[in-house]
């Protein structure tokens, strides 16, 4: 039944014959025990049941198309949140701004990292997770990529660059886009809001 065509499970009953299925064919086979998200996922089923093609690929910067079929199995944020304990804090629902990217705290093929760890220290048990840790790249980390970089010269060129998403950004952002420039928003941080995300919302 994984020949090749995308998997999409929208309803609880097929995603729990799917983890029977798994089971089921887990049963039978020696199987070493999984330690990222996706060698754990890809026995149940093809590359594409989270990418685009049965060969893998992310579909773009932001793998929108990777995090809506995590959600089309598991559920969004607030369903997820609903379905937590109500004695414990919940990763699924933050003061963090909006609609959290899943891969923003769950990877694919590396080990998954808490994104509240980087303020935080809750007991979380992250599956496939590891710990968080802020990676530093010195400038010159890689010199001849750099140059090659530059030498290829501008891809794409633009009126306004904005540095941060927090209120002071999207301010400048929101000013100089009305203004009729073009802008281009940065952040460091995998989710937006910078420190409107320490605002506690109720
Ligand atoms: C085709 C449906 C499907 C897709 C797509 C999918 N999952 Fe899963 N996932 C499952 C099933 C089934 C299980 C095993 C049963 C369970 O724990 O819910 C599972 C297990 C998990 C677990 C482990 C749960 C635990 O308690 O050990 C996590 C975390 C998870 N998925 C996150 C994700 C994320 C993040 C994505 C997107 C990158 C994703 N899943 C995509 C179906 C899917
Ligand atoms: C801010 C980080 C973060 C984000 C974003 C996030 N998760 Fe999680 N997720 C976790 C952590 C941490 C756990 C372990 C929970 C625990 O220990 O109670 C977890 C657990 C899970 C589990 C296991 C069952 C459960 O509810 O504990 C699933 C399934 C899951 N996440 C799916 C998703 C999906 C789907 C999304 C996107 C809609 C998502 N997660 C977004 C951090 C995150
Ligand atoms: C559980 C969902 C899931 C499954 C199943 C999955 N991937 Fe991924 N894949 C991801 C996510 C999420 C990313 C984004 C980078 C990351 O989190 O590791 C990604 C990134 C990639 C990338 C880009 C690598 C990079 O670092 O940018 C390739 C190539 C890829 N996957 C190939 C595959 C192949 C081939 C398979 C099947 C053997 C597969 N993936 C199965 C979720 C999945
Ligand atoms: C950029 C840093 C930062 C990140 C990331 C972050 N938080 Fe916070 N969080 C804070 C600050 C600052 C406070 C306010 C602390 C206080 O009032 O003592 C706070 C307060 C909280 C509180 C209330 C704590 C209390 O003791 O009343 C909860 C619950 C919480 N955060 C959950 C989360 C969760 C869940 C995540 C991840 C999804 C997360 N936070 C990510 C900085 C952060």
Redesign the pocket.
């Known amino acids: 039944m994984y020949g090749g065509g995308t998997i999409m499970f929208t309803t609880k009953i097929q995603k729990t014959a799917l983890a029977m299925l798994i089971s089921g064919a887990m049963a039978g086979t020696a199987y070493a025990a999984p330690e990222v998200l996706a060698d754990f996922h890809g026995e149940m089923g093809s590359c594409d049941s989270c990418h685009v093609s049965d060969k893998g690929g992310v579909s773009d910067d932001n793998l929108s198309h990777e995090?809506a079929q995590?959600?089309s199995c598991?559920?969004?944020?607030k369903e997820?949140a609903a379905?937590?304990p109500k004695d414990?804090v919940?990763?699924?629902k933050?003061h963090?701004i909006g609609e959290?990217?899943?891969t923003?705290?769950?990877k694919g093929h590396e080990k998954?990292v808490?994104?509240?760890d980087a303020c935080h220290s809750f007991d979380?048990?992250?599956?496939y997770?590891g710990k968080w840790e802020r990676k530093f790249v010195p400038v010159d980390a890689d010199k001849a990529a750099q140059d090659k970089a530059i030498a290829a010269g501008v891809k794409e060129t633009t009126d306004v660059v904005v540095i941060g998403s927090g209120g002071a950004g999207l301010a400048a952002a929101v000013s100089a886009r009305d203004a009729g420039a073009k802008v281009i928003l940065l952040e460091k941080e995998p989710v937006p809001g910078g420190i409107l995300n320490l605002l506690q919302v109720e």
């Open positions: 995090n995590c959600v598991h559920g969004d944020l997820l379905a937590a414990k919940s990763p699924h933050s963090l959290i990217a899943c923003s705290c769950h998954s808490t994104y509240c979380f048990n992250m599956p997770g």
